[in-house]
Structure formats: C-alpha cells, structure tokens
C-alpha cells in the first residue's frame, strides 16, 4: 500500500509538453519516479519530428531503439500521410508495416498488412451511393478470394413494408451469411438470421459461392418501444427475454422465459436521480447494494448478500470495500464477506493492497491465494484435516518494468511458493519472450507483431488477417497432436471454437458456437454426440438449456469494478462457485468443494469478464490476452490508439483500467467517477451534476445521449475535413479549392492578406484542435445542472487541471430541434479552450464614450462569463476572465467582419485563432461552404438553411 509520504512525493508530479513552432507537439517529459528512495527520479523523454515536406511524422519512445550496438537510433513509429492528410504507410518496430490507399471521400479501395495480405474493397459508383459491396482478400503468395459480400434492399413494396429499401440486407461473411429480415423506423433490426460454415469448411469464397457448405439457420427478433429501447427478443434456442422500464427510460425488471419456465431474473433496481444504481435484486433474491463517496463520487462499496428475508437465510456473499488515490487509483479493496482463514500463523481475508509510480504503473500488490498443505492432526484439535487440501494464504507481488513500459519482471512471494518470471525484451522493438523459451524476441514473432508459440514452446497459427488459428495443446510426435481451433466472422466476432483431444476411447471433439443470441456447447466422441448444452446470458445470468426435457437452470454471477466474474449463485440463492485473480489476471484461489464438476457447464468469462481458453489465454476480441506475462501476443491492430508499445496491457494499470476489446483502456469505475479536480471545480461554481458520462446519462436522457454522442463524432469529422483543406491551401500556395472561402470570408474581409504565416496561423489552431478532439471520448463530455438563470452553455477548464467538457443540460436537453447542431458548435468552442487555450473574446459595439482612448484601438476587458454578462452591446467588468472588444457592427450579425477598427489587418488572423467562436466558426464556415461533414450533419440535425450562420444560437463573436 502506498504511504502517506509517498503518496503526497507524487502529487502534482508533471507531464511536460514541448510544442514546435508550427503547432506540433515535439517532446514529451515524465517524470519517473519510484517507491525506492535510492533511486534519483528521471525524466522519460518521448520524441515526435514531423517532416511537414515529406508528411512524415517519426517518433521515439523513451527506451532508445537500436538494431545493433553501433546501428542509429530506430524510430517506434513512422507514418506517411497523404495529401489529405489521411495515412498512408505507417511502420511500427512493434507491428511492421501497414499501408492503406482511400478515395477522395475517405473510403478504403487497397490496404496491405504487415504479413503481405492485401484487401481490395468494392463500392457502387458515387452517384447511386457509394456503399460497400464487395471486400477480397490476398494472402502473399496465395490466392485471392471474397470474404464479403453486401446486398441492399431494392426500392419495391415487399422492401418498404419492412424498412428495407436501400438497407443492408445480406451480408456474406468469413463465418457464414448474415440475413436482415426486417427493420424497425429506427433501422433496428426486428428479424435476422444467422447462416454459419460448417466447422469443417474451408475459408469461403463468395465471388463462387460456398452456400452449399452453410449450416441451419438460426433466427432472432426483437421487438422495441417508440424510443428504441429494447421490449421484447426472442434467440435462436427460443429463449425470451422480456424488459420492463420505469418512468425514466431506465430498465426496472427482466425477464427470461423458454416454453412453460418464465422467469423472474431482475426483480427490482433502485437508482439515484442521475440514474447510477444504489440496489438491485436478482431474481433469486440476491441483493446488491452500493454505495458512493459524497465528494468525489466514486463507488466505495458493492454489497453482494442474502437478505435476512431470504428463504435460505442471510449470507453475505462478497462485500467489496474500495479506497482511492486522489486521481483515482484504487489503493485497497477489501473483501469484507471474505471469511478470514489461518495458516502458518498468518490471517489470510478478503483485503488486496496496490501501489503505483508516478506513471501509474502498478508496482506491487497483495492479496490472498489457495496455498496446497497436507494433511494434520492432533488428540482433541476439532480443526484436524486427515486429508489435507487447499487453504487461504496471504502473497505479495512485485512488478518491474522498463523504460518503454514492457513488464520485465513479476516477483511472487506466498504461501503456494516462491517464483519470479523474467522477461527478454528485444533491443530494437517492444517483443518479449519468457526468459529461457527457445526463441528469442527477434525470431519468435512473425511479421506484424504475431507471437509464434507459448512459453511452453507449442505452436501458435495465425490467419492472414493476423487472427488467432490455431493452437496445439498437446504435441504428440507419432500421433495427432491435440488442438483449439478458432473461427471468426470478422476481426472482432469470433463465432466458434472447436477443440479436439484424445482420449482414452477415441477422440474428443467439443465445438462452442456463438451466435444466433446464444452460446451452444456440443461434446462428441468418434463423431457421436455425447452432451449438448445451449447457454443464454442476460448480463450476469446464465440460462442453461441441458438435455432435451431437462428444465433449464439459472446461474446469477457476482462480479467487481473490472467485470471479472467472482462467483455465482444458483437458482435458489446458494453460491455455486467462487474465484479471485491476481491482478494481471492469474487465477488465485477458488472453492473448489462448490464449484461446478460439468465442465460443459462451467461458466467460462473470468477475468474482467473475459472467455478463457485452453491455452490459459483470454479472449478480449481483437485480441488474445497472456496473463501469466501481463501482455497481448500480438500487436495492436489499432496502432497507435494506446502508444508506442503495442504489447503493454492496459498501459501496466490493471487494477484501475479494463480493455473491453483488445484495442484500448479505459477506467473500469468510469461509469460513477468524477475526478476530484472536477470535484471540486463543480463544487466551488455552485454545479450539480446531471449525468457523469454516457452510460449515465443514457439512463436519464437517451435522446440527449444520441445527440452528444452524434455532435462529438461530426466535430471530430468536420475539424479533421478543414485541417486537411488547410493543409492543402499551404501545401499548393492557395492554388486549390478552398481558399476563395477562406480568404473570402476570413482574411481579406478583415483586411488580412493570403500570406504563409496567415494560414500557417490558422493552421496551428486547427492541428492542435485535431489532435484533442480525436483523444476526446464521450465520456468526457459531462452534462451538468446549471442554475435556472445561467445562460452559458458549458464550461471547460482551461488551465488543464480537469479534462473535459462540462454542458448545460438545461440548454439541450429539452430537445429542441437544433440542439444537435448546437452541441457540435459548442463542443468545438470548448475544446479550443482545452487545446489551444483560446479565449472568450466578445465583439460588441463599444459605449459611446470611452475613457480607455481612441475607439479604434482595441482594449482589454475582464469578463466573467458568456452570453448573460453581455447584453445589447453592453460592457461589464468582472474578474477572472479577460476579453479583447473591437469596435464593430451590431453582434447579432454573425456572418460579418469584426476587426474593422484594428490597425493592424494582418494580427487579425492571431487574434481571430484565439477566440474559441472564432475558431469554431471557421470549421462550421469551410465545411459548410466545401461540403464537409459538418454541413451533412448541420442538415440532417437541425433544419440549417442555406448554410446560415446567423442561426446558430451563438455567443457575440464571429
């Protein structure tokens, strides 16, 4: 656990950011520091050189790169743009090269991986739509095939009845085809049907057709109320799923039914006002309960309990108890229904302990594990144990890692044994290989970062489209080996996986199909079924359909802050199986006297709510997780989402983040969290919060949800469309499309010329603007409850101390028809704040007399707030924040010139970049006028009309 010393030693260690002079980031310094106070704290320096001629961009890790000794330093990235700005090439010494080619609306035609595999990508000409219709695939030196296929619904009657006129209707894919049978208004689907391969097909080509090698289909409806929101869905094993929602849009019970059995699985939820639970009881009468710090807003307890009204008496189940740093690191969890046991002399209970550097990483931790002891016994000792078996011990872990955050060393120190495992990193890329395996770094990888066998030495296959294939569990040199086999529909959806073993009697064949809303498990034995088992899961509830006339069971799972499955109870509220994992996601302990002996039966998400394997491997999606090592084996197919090394799970925090797919983390508390900065902020201006983050706030307000949701994704568009169009105007000296607008409309109105350090000027700004915007989640747009009389529309913390957004509810959530192309604008504005540390700067008419001097200079003003302090030209002074007014029209006209009164014309264009309407109007202005992504969103979220500008219910600026 980490002290109180150190603990305040790293409060307010700095992160600094070097920006070059054309806007880009060009360092960035961490502070390291350590628990061990020998060691002197070091700066980790990241390097970034942008070549804006050759639109290349390098950069370098902290831990230097090098393919020999006397060789130059090797970049961990290198990417290549194009014209526009989109990638070209990007070459990672994690991941290889990559390279991607798009048309001129951003639609992939050719990309190549870093195995040499090539997809082509077929579209409709522009003019009937331009929607996908075909991708091929070419492995190098194979041949070429067709892996999808896309069908849209023709414009007739039949199509119409059920919404499907120019809908995506089939979809041929490397699993099978999928079928839209129907759509709702909102273009959810009501009815679809799932077509998979036989297991023994080979890879399909749909250009042919493998339509003959298609198993039975499997069928699913839905049925959802005005709002969209889920009524009624029926699965392919008929198992329905029935909800029921309360005033709010919030689910207040569920339902689970197959044939005559109908039941209850979600009796009742009790929630806050902002829609965060504080009790819900399963349908078995479980109860849990949770609880949440009044400051900071962060859960501090979850409850999972019998209550003492249960038919089987009070049993408490796992009572979780949390404690945080002041960012939000958990420091403790206590498992307070853990009963304590005794060994050695030694309490072993429920507590875990965690400490951090000052990057965050976890360095150690403590908890409890199953510690094997013979068998004891004593005249008159009640506690004898003749046989012996496993007990509760107390362990301690410790992690070590490097400068390009690879974990080189995990150290475990308990009562199950000593053990330390090392890891070789490779001197020229962030590989890693057990230390002793009999590959090394270099050579145990294949190209595009793929992990070519375990630690044990068996064998890993990989698709060519750097899928998991194939692993061999048991090698046998005279005989088959035993083997897992893995199929996917695409990157992210496996479909089935079929693992064959020999037994003592044949062969042993068990396939788990996911699809048609269900997981189905099928055992045979010399091809004759032995054991079916059909698996329909309801969030934490299992629905297991065993034999034919056997009555399903219910299996209710408890789980903690990541996901990880702890448990579950069964039907009746007894508790069936109990686990705990390390923090890296090894398994610890479990009570093995109740825990499920049907492996057929036995639930199979564990960590973090992860499918595990059996190579001990987990499953997150796009990505196959080692726990034993902390790491992914294979690089990221995201790139560069999470950072330069492409290997490191969860950025080495595994106790405070999760990784839902396999691509990047995020806060696993998230959902009911607001920093303490925030905190504090909000509860120094009088603020309420309305909803913390999405999850939240889809509770509370759907519709409100969408539009956030949709005006962050259409900013991120429309802000990358104008820098690109900048881009271009520099690059061709203002000899492209676009710079009539923007000279039109920006410089020469206000008297600025088209000059190189005029749109390098703007350039800066939208660059900088890019990159925030693309790192901004919807989770970091919060919705607050202003004061009825506040007329701002959101705040942000300019000084970076708090990230984020912070919006009016009351200004967009009562869903006024332009709300939507509102928030776009509005988020724009706020993140140039954080970006770019832009201003609030106001044009108004000035008083007539003026005691500051001539009225065409220009004056500084502080300003407290937004449009309520500023009122038919008004000027009001009020500290803490500051303004520049110029002399000009009458604010209401929004689309005019306001630096008419500035000496001189060229400092317009400065002054312009630092005023976040500006800045915000200037995006919304070239996509409008170019066609951009802002225009299509504007028009289809609002009813803009001829593009103007007038109408946006803006604050007194350009």
């Not at 194009?82 to 050719?110: C, F």
């Not at 209710?556 to 994992?581: K, N």
């Not at 309407?917 to 066609?931: H, P, T």
Request: net charge neutral.
């Amino acid at each position: 656990m980490v002290s109180t010393p150190l603990a305040v030693q790293h409060d307010g260690t700095p992160e600094v950011a070097v920006i070059a002079s054309t806007g880009d980031q060009a360092r960035v310094l961490r502070l390291l520091r350590t628990q061990d106070a020998a060691l002197p704290p070091r700066w980790l320096a990241t390097r970034m050189l942008c070549d804006h001629l050759a639109r290349t961009l390098r950069q370098f890790g902290a831990r230097p790169l090098r393919a020999s000794a006397e060789a130059p330093l090797l970049a961990d990235a290198t990417t290549l743009h194009g014209l526009g700005r989109q990638v070209l090439r990007r070459h990672t010494v994690d991941g290889d090269a990559t390279q991607t080619l798009t048309d001129s609306a951003g639609r992939s035609l050719w990309s190549c991986n870093a195995q040499g595999t090539v997809w082509l990508h077929a579209h409709e000409p522009p003019n009937e739509g331009g929607r996908l219709l075909a991708v091929s695939e070419q492995p190098a030196g194979g041949p070429c095939r067709q892996r999808e296929r896309l069908q849209y619904g023709e414009p007739v009657l039949a199509n119409r009845e059920r919404n499907l006129a120019g809908e995506l209707t089939t979809h041929f894919d490397n699993a099978g085809v999928m079928h839209v049978r129907s759509l709702s208004l909102g273009a959810q689907a009501l009815e679809t049907q799932r077509r998979l391969l036989h297991p023994q097909a080979q890879q399909p080509d749909w250009a042919v057709g493998s339509e003959d090698e298609l198993e039975q289909p499997l069928l699913m409806t839905h049925q959802y109320d005005a709002g969209g929101a889920l009524l009624v869905q029926v699965n392919a094993a008929s198992v329905t799923r029935r909800m029921a929602y309360d005033i709010s849009g919030a689910v207040a019970q569920a339902w689970m039914a197959q044939g005559a059995a109908n039941i209850l699985v979600l009796s009742a939820i009790q929630r806050r006002a902002d829609g965060v639970p504080l009790a819900q009881t399963a349908g078995n009468g479980v109860v849990d309960t949770f609880a949440y710090s009044a400051r900071s807003q962060r859960l501090t307890r979850h409850r999972t309990a019998r209550p003492s009204d249960h038919a089987l008496g009070a049993l408490v189940i796992s009572d979780l108890h949390y404690r945080y740093d002041s960012v939000g690191n958990i420091l403790t969890l206590d498992d307070q229904g853990a009963e304590p046991a005794w060994h050695r002399n030694t309490r072993a209970d429920g507590l875990r302990t965690y400490a951090y550097d000052t990057l965050y990483r976890l360095v150690s931790a403590s908890g409890r594990e199953r510690t094997p002891v013979a068998g004891t016994w004593a005249p008159g000792f009640a506690g004898s144990d003749r046989k012996g078996g496993d007990v509760w011990g107390r362990y301690t872990e410790h992690y070590s890692y490097d400068d390009g955050d690879n974990l080189t060393e995990l150290s475990h120190n308990g009562g199950a044994g000593s053990r330390s495992r090392k890891l070789v990193v490779s001197e020229q890329s962030n590989r890693a290989l057990p230390e002793g395996h009999d590959l090394t770094p270099d050579t145990g990888f294949l190209a595009g970062g793929l992990q070519k066998a375990l630690a044990d030495g068996r064998p890993l296959t990989w698709y060519a489209d750097n899928q998991l294939r194939q692993v061999s569990l048991v090698r046998r040199p005279d005989d088959a080996d035993d083997l897992e086999r893995y199929y996917y529909a695409d990157g992210g959806t496996r479909t089935r996986k079929v693992t064959t073993v020999k037994v003592a009697d044949g062969l042993q064949t068990t396939v788990i199909t996911y699809a048609g809303g269900c997981e189905t498990r099928r055992r045979q034995r010399e091809g004759r079924l032995q054991e079916q088992v059909v698996i329909t899961e309801d969030a934490t509830v299992r629905w297991i359909q065993t034999p034919l006339g056997a009555e399903p069971q219910q299996r209710y799972g408890f789980i903690d802050h990541l996901g990880s499955s702890s448990g579950e109870t069964d039907a009746l509220g007894r508790l069936v199986a109990r686990q705990e994992y390390s923090p890296y996601g090894e398994t610890t302990g479990s009570d093995e006297d109740i825990e499920e002996v049907n492996t057929l039966l036995q639930r199979t998400l564990r960590y973090s709510g992860k499918e595990r394997d059996a190579t001990g491997f987990y499953y997150y999606g796009w990505r196959y997780y080692q726990p034993e090592f902390g790491r992914w084996s294979s690089a990221d197919p995201g790139g560069l989402i999470d950072g330069l090394n492409l290997f490191r799970m969860v950025r080495n925090n595994p106790v405070t983040l999760r990784d839902g797919t396999g691509l990047n983390p995020r806060r696993a508390l998230s959902e009911t969290s607001l920093d303490h900065r925030e905190d504090g902020m909000l509860r120094q201006g009088g603020l309420e919060v309305y909803a913390y983050n999405s999850q939240a706030l889809e509770v509370k307000n759907p519709a409100l949800a969408r539009n956030i949701s949709g005006a962050l994704q259409a900013a991120k568009e429309g802000v990358r469309f104008t820098r690109d169009v900048v881009a271009k105007i520099l690059d061709s000296g203002g000899r492209v499309r676009g710079t009539g607008y923007m000279t039109q409309y920006f410089l020469s109105a206000n008297g600025a010329s088209l000059s190189f350090q005029n749109v390098e000027t703007v350039q800066r700004v939208v660059n900088g603007l890019t990159q925030y915007l693309d790192s901004l989640t919807v989770d970091d747009v919060k919705v607050l409850n202003f004061d009825s009389e506040d007329n701002r529309l959101a705040i942000s913390d300019r000084n970076g101390a708090v990230r984020g957004i912070f919006l009016n509810g009351a200004q967009f959530a009562g869903g006024r028809e332009d709300s939507s192309r509102d928030l776009m604008f509005t988020i724009i504005h706020e993140a140039s704040h954080l970006a770019m540390k832009t201003k609030d700067m106001w044009y108004t008419n000035l008083p007539a007399a003026n005691e500051s001097g001539d009225r065409k200079d220009y004056h500084m003003i502080d300003l407290n707030d937004i449009v309520s302090l500023v009122r038919e030209g008004k000027r009001q002074q009020v500290p803490d924040k500051y303004a520049r007014v110029w002399d000009g029209p009458e604010h209401e006209a929004l689309d005019k010139a306001k630096f008419g009164g500035v000496g001189n014309r060229d400092y317009t264009v400065k002054a312009m970049m630092e005023n976040a309407d500006s800045v915000a109007m200037f995006v919304y202005y070239m996509n409008v006028k170019l066609g951009g992504p802002l225009n299509v969103y504007s028009r289809e979220h609002g009813g803009l009309r001829h593009g103007s500008f007038s109408q946006l219910r803006r604050r007194a600026s350009i």
